[in-house]
């Protein structure tokens, strides 16, 4: 049974750039977040996706914006990328919001560095 | 705004001895609470969780207590094992399917 994959597992880029990353869910999920974790702190929410739609959003500016896909699958977009936006990107999926107890299951995360 | 707390960054236990960690939170909407294990270059694995109808839940080592009054949980590993060792995160959220708010989490370190 795959897991929550997300790729990259790294990504370098530089100031004013644009990025995109990837999440697959787990099997028979069809929710995705998306968390930024600055080091030395916890997850923060970024938004979430259910039905192709973001469901939730946390307090992050419009240069954050995402997809998700038929498959469930999504992306993660950044733009005008500024320094402070290193950080590890997780991808945690889970069930149909309702469904379940809401557990989230993570994939390993991309570590984005801005230079 | 922090609303999920964990005031200790580290702790250190002696194998085979009780690990508990700590979790307080401000947001009394909150019903639904995790513990997720990190490991370094992993990400955060679900755990043990608990909804406010219950103050304890167990499964196997793993037991969380919630006092809603304090508004305080805690994660006892009873017995602790080096494997245990990686850093602990709380989480809480506001209704099923709702987004969780996380700790800072604690880093377990469990001594031979």
């Known amino acids: 049974d795959a897991g929550v994959t997300q790729s990259p597992t790294h990504l370098i880029k530089t100031r004013g750039q644009q990025v995109t990353l990837r999440c697959s869910p787990k099997?028979?999920?069809?929710?995705v977040s998306w968390y930024q974790q600055a080091l030395g702190q916890g997850p923060q929410f970024i938004f979430q996706?259910?039905?192709?739609?973001?469901?939730q959003r946390g307090n992050f500016p419009d240069r954050f914006s995402g997809h998700q896909f038929p498959n469930y699958s999504s992306e993660l977009n950044v733009n005008a990328l500024l320094l402070g936006d290193s950080a590890l990107y997780l991808c945690?999926?889970?069930?149909?919001?309702?469904?379940?107890?809401?557990?989230?299951?993570f994939g390993p995360g991309t570590r984005l560095t801005v230079t | 705004d922090q609303q999920v707390k964990q005031n200790s960054p580290s702790l250190s236990v002696q194998e085979g001895r009780i690990s508990i960690l700590n979790c307080d939170y401000t947001?009394?909407?909150?019903?639904?609470f995790l513990w997720y294990k990190k490991y370094p270059a992993e990400g955060p694995t679900f755990l043990i969780s608990?909804?406010?109808?219950?103050d304890k839940n167990e499964d196997g080592r793993f037991t969380v207590f919630l006092n809603k009054s304090a508004k305080h949980l805690s994660l006892h590993i009873v017995p602790s094992q080096p494997g245990d060792s990686a850093v602990y995160f709380c989480?809480?959220?506001?209704?099923?399917?709702?987004?969780?708010?996380f700790g800072t989490g604690t880093s377990l370190t469990v001594i031979p």
């Open positions: 996706y259910y039905e192709e739609e973001e469901r």
């Open positions: 947001n009394s909407m909150f019903d639904y």
């Open positions: 989480a809480a959220s506001a209704g099923t399917g709702n987004q969780f708010y």
């Open positions: 099997s028979g999920h069809d929710t």
């Open positions: 608990i909804s406010s109808i219950k």
């Open positions: 945690a999926s889970s069930l149909t919001p309702g469904q379940g107890h809401g557990e989230q299951y």
